[in-house]
């Protein structure tokens, strides 16, 4: 009997070892060529990334595109980020082997099992009974020892275990919940982003003398703190009046802002991306502004995105429209490696609903205007719109992007 539960033992390892070394090529090919050339440089967060299983944090049906640098559905209408910004938080938190780390919002357990190797021990909170449990389940399994789980409210943080030296948190508040303030240690790091249910700024944040230095990362999109953190949000968007922000892109980047590379008011995650001010002779077709793209290696992200409310039930059509001028254009590889104008429409749980395009761009072009009609599924909750190269090569202006909303 223990040799026939020794083969079994046996036999699982063989299983899950061959399929770790089935990913990791994809793996490699992540870190390399999105990861790396995105802007993290920390050797360790990347050999993290390179040695973590992300398959085994998603769902079997996303098993395909697990190794995309995107965010993938994980159930509960929650989602496990992209591989780029957990390298890049990990690495803004600048773990060390002798930190004690918080996680707020476990998720999937992705981000927890990243960090393990760096850090003497992982804290966890997942506020989603189903997902913690599944979580736990998952870095147990996988043999994650110096990480500790648990369900309940990551507002409240992890008391019985504080002080942390870094706090990281994958999931927005409107601002920043004092007792995660009270339970970091004094010059302990915090990692969180900040603002309105689509717009949102990640920070690094430094306890000195009891209060917190605030610096700016990059603007960003999570999904919202729930539980106490979302009981006392303050500002809502309107779902039933879904609009482009700074789709013009007449607003320029301020203050702190104004120091993050690539950062346009309005817009997350931006690669290879430059608001440009028009001149006398070559004026923007609106206003004085507009976003200007450019790559020269196929296949690199260079690319805007933006989060929009909307609501299939309120809202029936929308007209999306815009300014598009190419340059030198050359395909990227995959099918859809070209310039657009696309939104990709989610119902409530965040399943993939369709995305509708302008374009793709080719060649060279000047000014040009383009508009297309879409439906709304009635299951519509939420909305991504995307500008950019995605992964073509040459360059490409963008201007007076627009959702209207339309009567049938």
């Not at 449990?133 to 943080?157: C, I, K, M, P, W």
């Not at 990281?168 to 970091?184: D, H, N, R």
Request: glycine content about 8%; aromatic content about 8%.
């Amino acid at each position: 009997m223990k040799s026939q539960l020794a083969l079994g033992m046996l036999f699982a390892w063989a299983i899950t070892a061959s399929a770790a070394d089935r990913f990791q090529a994809a793996r490699d090919r992540l870190v390399d060529e999105r990861v790396a050339t995105a802007g993290v440089t920390d050797t360790r967060v990347l050999d993290a990334i390179r040695r973590t299983p992300r398959h085994e944090f998603v769902p079997r049906s996303q098993w395909p595109r697990a190794y995309f640098d995107m965010a993938l559905p994980i159930g509960h209408s929650q989602t496990i980020s992209s591989p780029f910004i957990v390298a890049s938080m990990t690495e803004a938190l600048q773990p060390q082997s002798t930190d004690k780390v918080l996680e707020i919002g476990t998720g999937s357990g992705y981000q927890a099992a990243v960090l393990s190797p760096l850090v003497e021990h992982v804290y966890t909170i997942e506020i989603v009974r189903e997902l913690g449990e599944r979580a736990a389940d998952t870095l147990a399994r996988l043999d994650y020892g110096n990480v500790s789980t648990r369900v309940g409210d990551g507002f409240l943080g992890w008391p019985d275990a504080a002080p942390f030296d870094k706090i990281i948190v994958t999931c927005s508040p409107e601002s920043v919940p004092t007792p995660l303030v009270e339970q970091l240690r004094e010059g302990g790091v915090m990692i969180i982003p900040v603002g309105q249910r689509y717009q949102q700024t990640l920070y690094r944040l430094i306890k000195t003398d009891g209060k917190l230095i605030r610096e700016a990362l990059r603007p960003t999109l999570f999904v919202p703190m729930t539980g106490e953190a979302e009981e006392n949000r303050q500002t809502l968007p309107d779902p039933a009046n879904p609009v482009a922000i700074n789709g013009d892109f007449e607003v320029a980047a301020s203050g702190d802002e104004a120091t993050l590379l690539e950062f346009v008011p309005g817009w997350y995650y931006g690669r290879q991306v430059t608001q440009l001010e028009s001149s006398s002779g070559d004026p923007a077709p609106q206003g004085k502004r507009y976003a200007s793209f450019r790559n020269e290696t196929p296949g690199r992200n260079s690319h805007l995105l933006q989060g929009i409310a909307i609501d299939g039930r309120e809202v029936s059509q929308i007209r999306l429209s815009g300014q598009v001028r190419t340059d030198g254009i050359q395909k990227g590889p995959g099918s859809d490696a070209m310039p657009m104008i696309a939104i990709s429409l989610y119902d409530e749980l965040r399943s993939d609903l369709g995305t509708f395009y302008l374009g793709p761009f080719r060649g060279t072009r000047d000014w040009r205007s383009h508009s297309r009609l879409i439906r709304v599924p009635i299951k519509t909750r939420e909305a991504i719109l995307r500008v950019g190269l995605f992964g073509a090569t040459g360059k490409a202006d963008f201007d007076d992007i627009k959702l209207e909303t339309v009567d049938r």
